[in-house]
């Protein structure tokens, strides 16, 4: 089920927030008579993350109910292993129990996502004919499997208690909002939460502000910018101008897919009493590589730091092992977006300009004007997006050949005419990447006069937008997810 769909909106969310608001208050009522309020209202988080828990499982089992089971299967795994990792911490069987417990993590995320890249590469060697499985791949694996290894390695650390209620640790690795594509929520963000949270006007306010702009991003502008993407690749008159149209409408799609479903997840989030951590925090406002790996995908780039790269050593060893640290973090970075050699290429190819930025570029990136170092970083990020997006090997190298001249005219008529269609929303999607909007918006807000007006003007403006969305879907207009396949 797509968030962005009319399913969700006006179906599946308006019947789990009645049930999710409504149920706790009335059972707090009834319990108010009959028990002191400080018992009372500790019921009301559980309750929530029981009506949390039904739904999610729900909303991930409308698409493919038969992979439930392994959902339901890595909630008991990861429940069982947490409270033996906790039990015998500090002795070897703490560290046998984390060992199978990551192990049959990455099993399971192995075999589904990774078997037939592996019997397609031992075919292409050996010259086997080793027949594919064709397994398909269950939605936001990637994503639970990593929350679920934060898990029990936080147990391990003693970062972290171990959840006794099942009830609450299945709700927060099945939670809707942030199931499917993030952000990767580690369980130290809302153990609190999961225990005692408060529902607000305010926070409700916010997160259906938050939700809305999200899906506004995602529908009137990434989903256009995909459709542009489709049309090049169906096109029979490609040109060098019309490659790298396509290149920076993609690397712009991407960033509004994936940062809107971040928005819509934050803002459910807030809606049902959670704070999840900040994913994307204007990425292509970089002036460095290593500054775009901490504003985009934040809560990825921090997973990978803080259980491989510094449990490797980080930077704290050898040059040659920080070398080997890095390659190894983005060798798997790759690898986990998908099972495609593009993918390995497209982490190694970070791995590289960190690298170079590290060991030969330190200390000149500061100093150069800005203009170039974003040219710079721009330039790279969308080739490596290029790269990312290609169906193999073979057509990433003919996509970039063709950017830079390889046996296609310069321009066409074809692309004069998408240049003329699509040149405006491209324009407001380069303006929308930037932090202009939100800086002109909260200057506004501070303004005693602006302020008033800001104020009136948002619910209005929100609901224009919801409106817009709708009507777009109601047209059938494209409507992917990229994330949906990592």
Not at 56 to 61: A, D, N
Not at 389 to 396: I, K, L, P, R, S
């Amino acid at each position: 089920m797509l968030f962005s769909s009319i399913t969700f909106l006006y179906y599946f969310l308006p019947i789990m927030l009645a049930i999710y608001l409504i149920v706790p208050a009335i059972l707090k009522l009834i319990l108010n008579r009959f028990m002191p309020p400080a018992v009372s209202n500790s019921w009301s988080p559980a309750v929530q993350n029981g009506i949390l828990l039904v739904f999610s499982l729900i909303f991930y089992g409308w698409g493919e109910p038969v992979y439930l089971i392994l959902m339901v299967m890595s909630i008991a795994l990861g429940y069982v292993f947490g409270l033996l990792i906790e039990k015998f911490r500090g002795g070897k069987r703490s560290k046998i129990c984390l060992i199978i417990s990551v192990a049959l993590s990455l099993a399971m995320l192995g075999y589904f996502k990774y078997t037939d890249f592996f019997i397609e590469n031992i075919n292409s060697v050996t010259g086997l004919e080793i027949p594919l499985l064709r397994i398909a791949l269950p939605i936001g694996i990637s994503f639970y499997t990593f929350q679920i290894i934060s898990y029990v390695a936080d147990i391990y650390r003693g970062e972290a208690q171990a959840q006794r209620n099942i009830i609450n640790f299945g709700a927060y690795v099945s939670m809707f909002p942030q199931l499917i594509a993030g952000p990767i929520v580690r369980y130290t963000d809302v153990a609190a939460q999961l225990k005692d949270r408060s529902i607000t006007a305010e926070g409700l306010y916010c997160g259906a502000c938050r939700f809305i702009v999200g899906l506004a991003k995602k529908v009137l502008i990434s989903n256009r910018l995909g459709l542009l993407c489709s049309i090049f690749r169906e096109s029979d008159e490609k040109s060098v101008v019309f490659y790298w149209l396509y290149a920076v409408a993609f690397t712009l799609h991407i960033y509004f897919d994936f940062s809107g479903y971040s928005d819509m997840a934050i803002g459910l989030g807030k809606i049902l009493g959670f704070s999840f951590p900040e994913n994307f925090n204007y990425p292509y406002i970089s002036h460095s590589i290593t500054e775009f790996w901490r504003r985009w995908h934040i809560s990825l780039g921090s997973w990978f730091r803080d259980y491989v790269y510094i449990p490797l050593g980080g930077n704290r060893v050898s040059k040659l092992c920080h070398v080997r640290n890095i390659l190894v973090v983005w060798l798997l970075t790759g690898l986990w977006h998908g099972a495609e050699w593009n993918f390995v290429c497209w982490g190694l190819m970070f791995a590289v300009l960190l690298l170079v930025e590290k060991k030969l570029l330190s200390g000149v990136l500061s100093k150069i004007p800005h203009a170039f170092s974003s040219v710079y970083v721009m330039f790279f990020v969308t080739l490596s997006f290029v790269i990312f997006n290609a169906d193999g090997m073979a057509q990433a190298i003919s996509d970039i050949g063709g950017m830079f001249g390889g046996g296609v005219p310069l321009i066409s008529d074809e692309t004069w005419y998408y240049l003329r269609s699509f040149g405006v929303l491209i324009a407001v999607s380069i303006f929308g990447c930037t932090p202009i909007v939100h800086k002109l918006a909260e200057k506004a807000r501070k303004s005693e006069r602006l302020g008033v007006i800001m104020s009136a003007a948002e619910p209005a403006v929100m609901i224009i937008l919801l409106l817009a969305a709708t009507a777009y879907l109601v047209d059938g207009s494209f409507n992917p997810f990229l994330y949906f396949r990592f």
